[in-house]
């Protein structure tokens, strides 16, 4: 069963650098979502994306962070400059054209 | 008004038992409720979903009950196993597309006890 896979399983940065965080949707999938769960928390909305643009960004979202499609199969998230709060799990998900998305396994950012 | 709510936080049920998790939104425009596993280090896995046409859904062991006019629905884990013990997310979206972000409610730990 194709499965979203992301890449590094865990991330560690020191505060203030850039960090890019990689998912590959299940081919066939058009509609692309970035969502992260700080430790304990409940898992947050970040970013949309379909046909090659941004659909919709919570506020979360800000000036720091990036998504972007760069091949046709990965899908990446950028944090430009990373500060402690961003620590979280990020998980990646995809949907075809319904309303089921299928998460990664999620990527474990650390921040020090 | 888009925040779903859920309860209880955690949940301890004997193997055979019944576990209920309960959820609750405000946003009427919403229209897909589904509802998330997840174990540890893992990430969200569909288990079940509903949309407000129908008032209950059944699968397997799991089945969501939906009440449209209080705007609650619930998550039923009839036969629970110790397997599944996890995290259960409910969910809300509305819209469709591009646009479906998922609202996740804060999440139940359950913990079957053998």
């Known amino acids: 069963e194709p499965e979203v896979t992301q890449t590094p399983s865990h991330q560690v940065t020191q505060m203030g650098q850039e960090v890019i965080l990689r998912c590959v949707p299940i081919?066939?999938?058009?509609?692309f979502y970035w969502y992260r769960q700080i430790l304990g928390q409940k898992v947050e909305f970040l970013v949309s994306?379909?046909?090659?643009?941004?659909?919709?960004k919570s506020e979360i979202f800000d000036d720091q962070f990036s998504v972007e499609r760069p091949d046709g199969s990965n899908f990446t998230l950028k944090i430009r400059s990373t500060k402690l709060e961003d620590s979280a799990m990020y998980f990646c998900?995809?949907?075809?054209?319904?309303?089921?998305?299928?998460f990664g396994p999620g990527t474990r950012l650390t921040v020090l | 008004q888009q925040q779903v709510k859920q309860s209880p936080q955690s949940l301890i049920v004997q193997k055979g038992g019944i576990s209920i998790i309960n959820c609750a939104y405000e946003?009427?425009?919403?229209?897909?409720f589904p509802w998330y596993q997840q174990f540890p280090g893992k990430g969200p896995a569909l288990l079940i979903a509903?949309?407000?046409?129908?008032s209950e859904k059944k699968e397997g062991r799991f089945t969501i009950s939906f009440n449209k006019s209080a705007k609650q629905f619930s998550l039923h884990i009839m036969d629970s196993q110790p397997g599944d013990s996890a995290t259960y997310f409910c969910?809300?979206?509305?819209?469709?597309?591009?646009?479906?972000?998922?609202?996740f409610g804060t999440g139940t730990l359950l913990a079957v006890q053998p």
């Open positions: 998900a995809s949907t075809p054209s319904t309303d089921t998305q299928y």
């Open positions: 081919s066939n999938h058009l509609y």
């Open positions: 994306f379909y046909n090659n643009e941004i659909s919709e």
């Open positions: 946003n009427t425009a919403f229209d897909y």
């Open positions: 509903i949309r407000p046409d129908v």
């Open positions: 969910a809300a979206s509305s819209g469709g597309g591009a646009t479906n972000k998922l609202i």
